[in-house]
């Protein structure tokens, strides 16, 4: 699981980035995190191949998921559950 994302897990810089840091942590889900405001290459690179032009980002077994709002009707809907097994 990969969550590219505006700063670090510790301290995002973005209320968006901030919620899919919330929402991965309360799931318990292990991820890791690339800052895309450390690297304007990765930031355009990453709306390039997922053809979705905001941040954050999630990835799950290479494939891409969705973004905030993706996120936040995931765990609304029980999908995260599902998906990690932690029904």
């Known amino acids: 699981v ?3 994302m505006k700063g670090p897990p510790a301290s995002p810089r973005c209320g968006f980035s901030s919620t899919a840091v919330q ?3 309360f799931h318990g ?3 890791v995190s690339r800052d895309v405001l ?3 290459d990765l930031r355009e690179g990453i709306k390039n191949f997922s053809s ?3 941040v954050p980002q999630l990835f799950i077994d290479g494939e891409f998921v969705g973004g905030c ?3 936040k009707q995931m765990h609304s809907d029980g999908e ?3 998906t990690f097994g932690k029904e």
Request: proline residues 5%; negative net charge; charged residues 25%.
């Open 2 to 4: 990969v969550l590219f």
């Open 23 to 25: 929402i991965l942590n």
């Open 29 to 31: 889900v292990e991820y």
């Open 38 to 40: 450390s690297n304007e």
């Open 52 to 54: 979705w032009p905001t």
């Open 69 to 71: 709002d993706i996120m």
């Open 80 to 82: 995260f559950e599902k």
